[in-house]
């Protein structure tokens, strides 16, 4: 402790250099536990999803539409509880930047087979089912863009073509945070109207009535339309959702490796900063040797400056990741839902902010350590 | 009774592929309480002579005893130590830590040992009442003379109470009045605090203070 105020001395030597040097370690743990969270939160969102749960789609790919005489038929499969469907709409509100997930979806049957994900007031439920023009939205949603219940909406379909004004009738809640609260739901018939020929199911998902049917019920519904001219594909909710966030492999690859070049290229110019600071007192080594300070004293004075200056950056950057993401509910336009920094990609910008302390103290620590006194006071004069 | 002795002591440096001999079997004593002057020209080993009594230095062969404790034969670690009990060094350029205050770095030494915050307080207090830099307690080095600032690294040299001081050339950088206030202030602590005080110099004014006045020239004595 008595070593402290000597230690704090120095840190606030060059004070500009020191906040920029720490400023710059932040950043970089910032911008390390935002990428990795892109990575966590899309291998979370594959562990959304319920095992009771199947999604039946095209076998050709997600793009392809399944006829909606197929819902009977799914209802009718043993172990099969309940069915609904949806489909992407793809509006946008106002702006083209204003994007965020759209349904059109079989409205009273997909309420009721998420009755356990969303929390809807049984009023805002009955209301929006009594009319057509009606939609519900995620509370996130409506905060964001300030909506209130009743409001008429027009959105612009980017699929389908043309304006689609609908009015708010419920606002739903997500009972698990990883369910999204930034989605909008509406019926079908609306785009019916319009576009009869075009709408179908996206996907359709089925309850089951129990989770162990579920290989026995993929099994029934595909080879129910192996020889169709739709042939399916069905898996649980939970292996649709891993399959899907598989298709953002690559996105993943590219923010690991090169978030990870970034971070550590500022890590590195930190570093350098910190070795130049430790280089520029050479000869206060000598003076404090000839005083009587021991090299392993000063090696451990350097060490302390240098994770001071990382652990503090740490604080700050993984400080803020931590406090901006979830409290503020951020989602990049609902498609990362329940977005956060996990512990681990704390721990893990933990683990890189004492390595950066090492890289950057031990070189100037070591090398105050072995110069001799009489070398460390020749340096300067 | 000697408190500093250097015996068959011997020091070459290897500069590229040039061998340099400063001290080629040198023998010479400093009494306990004695206040010496080492003069010489540039080159001469008086530095050197300084830093082998410090033990900032190892002779290449020989030894040094500094009272009763061979130095010439300590390791790194109990060097630094002992170093930290028996020597007070004065540097020609002061050499105080610029983010200090004046108090600071004179505590410096004591950070050292087992003192208490109040015990260091006293001392730190009592150094700059010898030295006269109470009122400059809390100045940086940047906001004292230079005369202010060797009396600082005086009073840090002194504040742990050293066996010895030793001073490189502590009037070199000063004005004729400054560096007479350090010359009388060296013979106060070499009077009245019986100091052995080692002190190298070019100056023959600043020799005059000291008690004895030892003349090297190529790493041997010659007066």
Request: proline share 4%; hydrophobic share 50%.
């Amino acid at each position: 402790m008595k070593f402290l105020p000597l230690v704090w001395a120095n840190l606030t030597r060059h004070k500009r250099r020191t906040v920029l040097t720490t400023l710059s370690v932040a950043l970089a743990l910032f911008l390390f536990a935002s990428l990795r969270s892109v990575v966590t939160t899309l291998r979370a969102g594959a562990d959304v999803g319920s095992e009771s749960r199947m999604i039946v789609q095209s076998a050709k790919a997600i793009v392809f539409f399944l006829p909606r005489s197929y819902k009977e038929r799914l209802a009718a499969v043993p172990g099969v509880a309940a069915v609904t469907w949806a489909d992407w709409f793809g509006g946008v509100y106002q702006d083209p930047k204003n994007f965020f997930a759209s349904f059109a979806a079989d409205a009273e049957s997909y309420l009721e087979l998420y009755k356990t994900d969303l929390e809807l007031p049984a009023d805002q439920k009955a209301t929006f089912l009594r009319e057509r023009t009606a939609c519900v939205v995620g509370k996130r949603l409506m905060d964001k863009f300030g909506w209130r219940l009743g409001q008429d909406i027009t959105l612009k379909g980017t699929i389908f073509q043309g304006d689609w004004t609908f009015t708010i009738r419920g606002v739903y809640r997500a009972v698990d945070p990883s369910f999204s609260e930034d989605a909008l739901v509406f019926h079908y018939e609306v785009i019916y109207e319009r576009y009869p020929q075009w709408v179908n199911p996206g996907w359709y998902v089925l309850r089951l009535k129990e989770p162990s049917l579920a290989p026995r019920v993929a099994a029934a519904v595909d080879s129910m339309f192996k020889n169709s001219a739709d042939p399916t594909k069905t898996g649980t909710e939970r292996a649709f959702n891993a399959n899907f966030m598989t298709m953002w492999g690559n996105v993943s690859f590219l923010m690991n490796s090169i978030g990870m070049a970034v971070v550590f290229a500022i890590l590195l110019v930190a570093a350098n900063s910190m070795m130049l600071s430790a280089r520029e007192r050479t000869n206060e080594v000598g003076v404090l040797k000839t005083v009587g300070f021991t090299d392993r004293l000063l090696f451990g004075l350097v060490m302390v400056e240098a994770s001071t200056i990382a652990l503090g950056g740490a604080v700050l950057g993984l400080g803020a990741a931590k406090a901006l993401y979830r409290p503020t509910g951020f989602s990049a336009m609902g498609f990362l839902p329940g977005f956060d920094v996990t512990n681990g990609t704390l721990a893990m910008g933990l683990g890189l902010a004492v390595l950066l302390a090492l890289a950057s103290g031990l070189v100037p620590a070591a090398g105050a350590a072995r110069l001799s006194a009489v070398q460390a006071l020749r340096h300067v004069e | 009774m000697a408190l500093v002795a250097l015996h068959n002591l011997s020091k070459s440096f290897q500069r590229d592929s040039q061998r340099i001999t400063v001290f080629d079997g040198l023998d010479l004593e400093f009494a306990e309480g004695s206040f010496t002057a080492l003069m010489g020209p540039s080159g001469s080993g008086k530095s050197t002579l300084l830093n082998l009594v410090a033990g900032l230095d190892r002779p290449t062969s020989g030894t040094v005893t500094v009272a009763g404790a061979e130095v010439s034969a300590m390791g790194p670690g109990s060097l630094a130590q002992w170093r930290s009990r028996h020597v007070g060094f004065v540097f020609q350029s002061y050499n105080l830590l610029p983010v200090l205050t004046a108090y600071q770095n004179i505590e410096l030494p004591l950070l050292l040992t087992r003192l208490s915050k109040a015990e260091r307080h006293d001392h730190v207090m009592a150094a700059l009442g010898v030295v006269g830099l109470t009122d400059r307690a809390e100045h940086f080095p940047r906001q004292l003379s230079g005369g202010q600032e060797q009396r600082a690294a005086i009073a840090r040299a002194v504040v742990s109470d050293p066996t010895i001081i030793l001073l490189d050339e502590p009037t070199g950088q000063l004005d004729a009045k400054s560096a007479a206030e350090i010359l009388a202030l060296l013979q106060r602590l070499n009077g009245e605090f019986h100091k052995t005080i080692i002190m190298v110099t070019h100056d023959p004014h600043a020799a005059q203070a000291a008690g004895t006045v030892l003349h090297l020239d190529k790493g041997v004595l010659t007066a």
